[in-house]
């Protein structure tokens, strides 16, 4: 699946190197999960092929909700849970066969105390998710649905290809009829902007 990023605020060379040397290389098939919520986070991973979706169980409607990706050339976890074996926030699963360069969370939590470097490296994820879940906060207030759908096309173009549309208007928290009339709209006006 194609996607386009722009340039990670991190350094997440030595992190790949990281896991690709202390860690093991899994498989994950459609449909399985690394982190289920409600349990101990336990993973950290370089996916190298493939995507997973994070999901979280509604507080009073009792429906799934997609609220972030993972993709390929990224990390996947639930962090900071991850780091102190926290319940998970989310079931993180697989929308496709993926590989993973998996380590524990205790592997990952002894990687970071080994040096200042080091934590210096564990500070600046953290800055890195908050500037994501910042952005994407702030989208939900000031871009409409059909922005947010144009963006999120920009950065996966193949995203429709591997998600239902519920699915996806779950992601951008607008109802499948939404989605549709966005969808049809630009059907017929032939653009994306």
Same mark, same amino acid.
Request: with cysteine; proline share 4%; aromatic share 12%.
């Given at each position: 699946?194609?996607? $386009?990023? #722009?340039? =990670?605020?991190?350094?997440?060379?030595?992190?790949?190197?990281?896991?690709?040397?202390? *860690?093991?290389?899994?498989?994950?098939?459609? #449909?399985?999960?690394?982190?289920?919520?409600?349990?101990?986070?336990?993973?950290? *991973?370089?996916?190298?092929?493939?995507?997973?979706?994070?999901?979280?169980?509604?507080?009073?409607?009792?429906?799934?909700?997609?609220?972030?990706?993972?993709?390929? *050339?990224?990390?996947?976890?639930?962090? +900071? !849970?991850?780091?102190? *074996? /926290?319940?998970? /926030?989310?079931?993180?699963?697989?929308?496709?066969?993926?590989?993973?360069?998996?380590?524990?969370?205790?592997?990952?939590?002894?990687?970071?105390?080994?040096?200042?470097?080091?934590?210096?490296?564990?500070?600046?994820?953290?800055?890195?998710?908050? =500037?994501?879940? $910042?952005?994407?906060?702030?989208?939900? &207030?000031?871009?409409?649905? %059909?922005?947010? %759908?144009? /963006? @999120? @096309?920009?950065?996966? +173009?193949?995203?429709?290809? &591997?998600? +239902?549309?519920?699915?996806?208007?779950?992601?951008? !928290?607008?109802? +499948?009829?939404?989605?549709? $009339?966005?969808? $049809?709209?630009?059907?017929?006006? #032939?653009?994306?902007?």
């Amino acid at each position: 699946m194609e996607q $386009k990023f #722009g340039k =990670n605020s991190i350094d997440i060379k030595v992190l790949r190197e990281f896991c690709e040397r202390e *860690g093991k290389m899994v498989e994950y098939r459609k #449909g399985e999960q690394l982190e289920r919520e409600g349990d101990p986070a336990r993973w950290f *991973g370089f996916v190298t092929e493939g995507c997973f979706k994070y999901v979280t169980h509604g507080i009073s409607d009792e429906r799934n909700h997609l609220t972030w990706f993972s993709f390929e *050339g990224e990390f996947v976890a639930d962090y +900071p !849970c991850v780091l102190s *074996g /926290q319940p998970s /926030q989310a079931t993180i699963e697989a929308m496709m066969s993926c590989r993973v360069w998996r380590v524990s969370g205790e592997e990952l939590l002894k990687f970071f105390h080994r040096s200042i470097k080091n934590m210096e490296l564990r500070a600046a994820i953290g800055e890195h998710m908050l =500037n994501q879940f $910042k952005a994407r906060y702030q989208d939900f &207030h000031r871009a409409t649905p %059909y922005e947010r %759908y144009n /963006q @999120l @096309l920009r950065r996966c +173009p193949g995203i429709v290809e &591997h998600l +239902p549309l519920n699915a996806i208007a779950s992601f951008l !928290c607008i109802t +499948p009829q939404m989605l549709s $009339k966005i969808r $049809k709209d630009i059907t017929f006006n #032939g653009k994306i902007e």
